[in-house]
Structure formats: structure tokens, C-alpha cells
């Protein structure tokens, strides 16, 4: 079975500007969370969804934003681009959510110049 | 803010060794879960450890859980050039939906 799949694989951007993020989740799989990784650190938890609906948003701003279709897949969406935004951007999925294995994709590198 | 703290932050070791690395939370949790990261590549699952289990095995590794001190170890026995990466513990944060990262710890096995 394909495991997660998040795309693209790398991105550069320039500061202000607009950037999306999709992940496909393991078949089967309802939840879908998104984390920032700067490079050094562990990963920040920034949305969860389930069934379509956000169930847990961590310590980001409004600038940041996701959703998720009907078929489970999910974007992420940053506008306003900073340079502190440029990070490993990693998606994880699962049948229900933290209460079990998260099954996380490759990831996105951001870079913002 | 990071919920979990592992110790060490960086570990080297001889190939066939024996690697333990540590992880302490703050709250209440659920479950607690190890994570490998290669090269700041996407995390691979290890083992999740129910607040309800004290010991856990899968393979080379052991991870223990201590709640009454909020800890837990992963031991790797038998270490191998392969096992070199990143180590991260998450918890779930008392039922939150959303993992808790630690640090990680940086694991290098020399050959």
C-alpha cells in the first residue's frame, strides 16, 4: 500500500508571497495533522483534521490555514511568506488520531528568501 | 513549546553497542510515541507505548514507560551503522489531537 505522499518535494519562495501544501493520507485514513520542523528542532504541531473538520490548531497565525476534501486529502496554505516560515513541512496521517500510530509523509522543504 | 525533553541531545557510539536515549514530559498523557528521522527526512514510527504499559518490545528495541515520572527510555541493543538518525519522542498530550515533540536526540554509530 502507498504510504503518505505530500507535494511538492521542494519549494522555494520569496518573502510575501503565497505557498500550498497538499498531502495524500494512507487510504483507508480520516486524519490528517500538518507540522512545521525547523531544521534542529522537533516537529510543531499546527492543524488536525478529521472527517473534513479541524479538530486541533497549535501556536501559529492566521496566516497559516488548511483544509480537507472529501476524499481526505488536505492542503496547507501560508500566506504572507516569512523568512522564519522556511522549514520541513510534514503531514501525517491516521484512521482516528493521536490515540494511534501517526503515519507521516516525506515531507515539503520550504525555503523563503 | 516542546512538551517532551530528551536526553541526550547527541549520542555516539561504537557499532554493536548498546544506545539509550531518554524523553521527559510535563503532562498527563494518553500514549506515548518514538519517531526516527534520517536526514531531516519524514519521520518513521518505532513503537507507541500506552500510559497503561510499562514495557514495550519491537525487534532491537525497548522502550519503558515510568508515568509517576513522567519518563520514558528507548534502548536500540546491537547497534548498527543503519540505526544512525534522529530519535524523537512524542506524547499526545493528555488527549489533545496533536503530537508533542521533544528535541530529539541526534544518534551517530560509527563503524
Known amino acids: 500500500d502507498a504510504g503518505v505522499t505530500q507535494s511538492p518535494t521542494h519549494l522555494i519562495k520569496t518573502r510575501g508571497q503565497q505557498v500550498t501544501l497538499r498531502c495524500s493520507p494512507i487510504s483507508g485514513h480520516k486524519s490528517v495533522s500538518w507540522y512545521q520542523q525547523v531544521l534542529g528542532q522537533g516537529p510543531q504541531f499546527i492543524f488536525q483534521y478529521y472527517e473534513k473538520e479541524e479538530r486541533g490548531r497549535g501556536n501559529f497565525p492566521d496566516r497559516f490555514s488548511a483544509r480537507q476534501f472529501p476524499n481526505y486529502s488536505s492542503e496547507l496554505n501560508v500566506n504572507a511568506l516569512l523568512l522564519g516560515d522556511s522549514a520541513l513541512y510534514l503531514c501525517?496521517?491516521?484512521?482516528?488520531?493521536?490515540?494511534?500510530?501517526?503515519?507521516f509523509g516525506p515531507g515539503t522543504r520550504l525555503l523563503v528568501l | 513549546s516542546q512538551q517532551g525533553e530528551e536526553d541526550p541531545q547527541a549520542l555516539s557510539i561504537q557499532e554493536g553497542e548498546n544506545a539509550t536515549m531518554n524523553c521527559s514530559y510535563k503532562t498527563s498523557i494518553n500514549n506515548l510515541q518514538w519517531y526516527r528521522q534520517n536526514s531531516g527526512r519524514g519521520l518513521v514510527h518505532l513503537i507507541l507505548i500506552r500510559s497503561n504499559e510499562r514495557e514495550k518490545h519491537s525487534g532491537r528495541l525497548r522502550v519503558t514507560l515510568d508515568t509517576s515520572k513522567k519518563s520514558s527510555s528507548l534502548l536500540i541493543t546491537a547497534s548498527r551503522a543503519a540505526d544512525t538518525a534522529s530519535y524523537f519522542c512524542a506524547t499526545d498530550a493528555g488527549g489533545a489531537q496533536k503530537l508533542v515533540f521533544g528535541q530529539g536526540t541526534r544518534l551517530t554509530i560509527n563503524p
Open positions: 501525517a496521517s491516521s484512521s482516528q488520531g493521536t490515540r494511534e500510530t501517526q503515519y
